[in-house]
């Protein structure tokens, strides 16, 4: 077993060493390296927000996703305050208030991860749609019955039916396999 798991961290660690990196983006305080020519074309959607990372599929954009937990960019715009905020972060971090290390997280994110798995409520919304849907579905189905459908014919009753088995009874209908084979005529009862 030790060998194994030895085996497989050596393995990992080799390819692990020819994959290349990239540590553009890992620069500290410095944006990630871009052309002008892809600056310009995100720009409009990402206005002055700063670029950190490489994000989902090496688009300038932010997502709050468990999943990929490092957007490739900035949650909020580099303002006046957020940059003399992100100059201090460079300092000793012993010497930020809780406030300014809290409002240094909201620079460049915008949910925590227990804000991203807290229950939304969506299942109320689901629930109430569902119930309204069917609701509404009975509502049209009595309509249909009261004004469109025929009324029901008079074959259908109780009564009708059970005139139509003594008839058929009288009558000796079937007497081989049918309703009338099940009928004892001389003591005028069902057989059992």
């Avoid at 085996?7 to 390819?15: E, H, P, V």
């Avoid at 006046?80 to 100059?87: I, R, Y």
């Avoid at 007497?175 to 009862?189: A, K, L, T």
Wanted: aromatic letters at 10%; proline letters at 5%; hydrophobic letters at 40%.
């Amino acid at each position: 077993m030790n060998r194994q798991l030895v085996k497989s961290i050596g393995n990992l660690t080799a390819r692990l060493s020819r994959c290349q990196i990239s540590t553009s983006a890992v620069l500290g305080n410095q944006s990630a390296v871009l052309g002008q020519e892809a600056r310009d074309k995100i720009h409009p959607r990402i206005g002055n927000r700063e670029i950190v990372g490489f994000g989902i599929n090496g688009s300038a954009s932010y997502f709050d996703i468990p999943e990929i937990p490092f957007p490739a960019i900035r949650f909020k715009e580099s303002t006046g305050e957020n940059l003399a905020l992100l100059d201090k972060q460079a300092a000793d971090w012993k010497t930020l208030t809780l406030q300014e290390k809290k409002d240094l997280y909201r620079i460049s994110f915008c949910q925590t991860y227990a804000e991203m798995h807290a229950p939304t409520g969506d299942w109320k919304r689901i629930i109430s749609f569902f119930l309204m849907s069917c609701s509404l579905t009975g509502w049209i189905i009595i309509w249909m019955k009261l004004y469109v459908y025929p009324p029901v014919p008079h074959s259908l009753t109780q009564e009708w039916q059970d005139a139509m088995l003594e008839k058929m009874i009288a009558q000796r209908v079937n007497p081989i396999e049918g309703v009338s084979s099940q009928y004892d005529y001389e003591n005028e009862r069902w057989k059992n």
